[in-house]
């Protein structure tokens, strides 16, 4: 049987002495889409952070693909995910060499015929051509998160995590992501939105803020 | 040696001449009147004490004095260049001080054992001057290349979090700051060396001239600490940089905060 895709046990986070949220228990089965919902300050994004090894966790554990996250795991589990931050900050350059830039790295500089899916994806999310010319700085807030999206595919990864990836779309955009990923059946994708419309992407709904209560794995199932 | 001594009754006359900056300062009621007079205050007494005790050293003419004096030098550039870092003393100071010594002592030796004669070079009268203006120089490098390293990576942590979340190893991550901290840094020796001789007359080339020297020796000695200048500014910045780094990133690649005095983030 293959392991879940993310398996998290009794996670608890603090910064400062304040807890953010405690006794999380969460299991993403793989190519399974899981939403998170909750007010702000909850800690959703915290929980993504504590995915990709940014934030240590005070108690609990994580596993992704049965791979423990530690220290020392942190480096290689990331080449398992792929992330899209709120409000992207894609970085200095053209968009041609933000998306090209991290193919540079070690662990993806075997993925470098991936590039060859950029035109395709950008006529995916309408994006014109022209745009990867531009600076970040000439993009709309909207243009930048499908830029971002766009670059987190073309990592292939197994597992994509989105914070908020929809907030600046307009409803024709939108749609047009949650096509897409829609059609990625083995991308397991971890997300987090205000957005009702974004649920339809999703097998199944979290709801934060978590209590130890009903963060049980097993009590969590909405689909 | 026809060097012309100044006595220090006609220094003291000299001190009138600030009369017009201080006028200046009080004409235009410029806030810095009681700084400016500390400043010089304290210019005057480093000066006094930096010149006894080089008088003393250099009559000692001992090696391991000297070292020693050399070491002293890179201890308070050490610190120099924290504070004027909005960094913790305490997170960078040896590794800074590493960096600072093999980046200085390499351009250093370059400069008595190629450049110079052998033996005459390891004069004490020698080494203090060109180290002081070598580390000097790269004082002000390494403030800018260390603020800028630091500054704009908490200023772009995002961008930092999404290379690394991208896949990037912790030296790949940090290589687009590295880079910008190290050209920030660096510019201005470039600047200096472009328009050396044209804008202002270099401070070795007006040393060796005073001390009696011609103006060709004058010229060969200059180009000769430009390039240690340069190369020494080079390694500092990179070894800083690289050598700070190593302590204030977790095992997990984050930057740690703990390593500005005050976050100025958000």
């Keep these: 049987m293959k392991p879940p895709a993310i398996h998290i046990e009794n996670l608890t986070v603090e910064f400062d002495g304040k807890t953010i949220f405690s006794g999380l228990n969460m299991k993403i089965l793989p190519g399974e889409k899981l939403t998170v919902v909750g007010k702000s300050g909850s800690g959703k994004s915290t929980l993504l952070h504590c995915l990709l090894g940014f934030v240590t966790?005070?108690?609990?554990?994580?596993?992704?693909?049965?791979?423990?996250l530690t220290d020392e795991s942190a480096w290689k589990i990331r080449t398992y995910m792929a992330y899209v931050a709120q409000e992207p900050e894609l970085g200095e350059g053209k968009i041609r060499d933000i998306l090209e830039r991290p193919f540079n790295y070690k662990a993806n500089r075997h993925l470098q015929e991936n590039l060859s899916r950029i035109p395709s994806l950008m006529k995916n999310l309408d994006l014109p051509k022209s745009l990867l010319e531009k600076e970040p700085s000439t993009l709309s807030g909207g243009e930048k998160q499908r830029f971002a999206l766009i670059s987190a595919l073309l990592l292939d990864r197994s597992i994509l995590l989105l914070d908020e990836a929809s907030s600046a779309l307009d409803k024709a955009s939108k749609d047009m992501v949650i096509d897409l990923l829609k059609a990625q059946h083995e991308l397991t994708i971890l997300s987090i939105s205000h957005d009702k419309e974004w649920l339809s992407l999703s097998d199944a709904v979290f709801e934060f803020p978590v209590t130890s209560e009903h963060s049980d794995p097993d009590q969590r199932d909405t689909e | 040696m026809n060097l012309i001594d100044i006595s220090f009754w006609r220094l003291s006359l000299g001190y009138l001449l600030l009369a017009i900056p201080l006028?200046?300062?009080?004409?235009?009621?410029?806030?810095?009147?009681?700084?400016?007079?500390?400043?010089?205050?304290?210019?005057?007494?480093?000066?006094?004490?930096?010149?006894?005790?080089?008088?003393?050293?250099?009559?000692?003419?001992?090696?391991?004095?000297?070292?020693?004096?050399?070491?002293?030098?890179?201890?308070?550039?050490?610190?120099?260049?924290?504070?004027?870092?909005?960094?913790?003393?305490?997170?960078l100071a040896i590794s800074l001080f590493i960096a600072l010594a093999v980046g200085t002592i390499i351009p250093l030796s370059f400069f008595v054992f190629i450049a110079l004669d052998k033996q005459a070079a390891l004069e004490t009268r020698y080494i203090v001057p060109i180290f002081g203006m070598i580390l000097g120089n790269c004082l002000r490098a390494d403030i800018i290349g260390i603020r800028t390293f630091y500054d704009s990576l908490l200023k772009n942590e995002k961008t930092y979090l999404l290379t690394l979340s991208q896949g990037a190893s912790l030296k790949e991550a940090i290589h687009p700051f590295v880079r910008n901290a190290c050209?920030?840094?660096?510019?201005?020796?470039?600047?200096?060396?472009?328009?050396?001789?044209?804008?202002?007359?270099?401070?070795?080339?007006?040393?060796?001239?005073?001390?009696?020297?011609?103006?060709?020796?004058?010229?060969?000695?200059q180009i000769a600490i430009m390039i240690a200048i340069f190369s020494g500014t080079a390694l500092t910045v990179i070894l800083a940089i690289r050598l700070t780094a190593y302590g204030n990133f977790s095992n997990t690649g984050m930057l740690d905060h703990g390593v500005f005095k005050r976050l100025k983030k958000q």
């Design chain 1, 57 to 68: 966790p005070r108690r609990g554990r994580i596993l992704i693909f049965g791979d423990e």
């Design chain 2, 183 to 221: 050209e920030a840094a660096l510019a201005p020796t470039v600047a200096t060396i472009a328009t050396i001789g044209l804008v202002a007359l270099p401070g070795m080339m007006t040393g060796v001239i005073l001390g009696g020297g011609n103006p060709m020796a004058a010229i060969k000695y």
């Design chain 2, 23 to 91: 006028g200046l300062i009080l004409w235009l009621r410029l806030p810095m009147f009681g700084r400016t007079v500390s400043a010089v205050i304290r210019m005057t007494v480093q000066l006094l004490f930096v010149g006894f005790y080089l008088q003393f050293i250099f009559d000692l003419e001992n090696l391991w004095v000297t070292g020693a004096w050399v070491m002293i030098m890179i201890g308070v550039a050490d610190v120099s260049i924290i504070n004027g870092s909005n960094l913790k003393l305490s997170k």
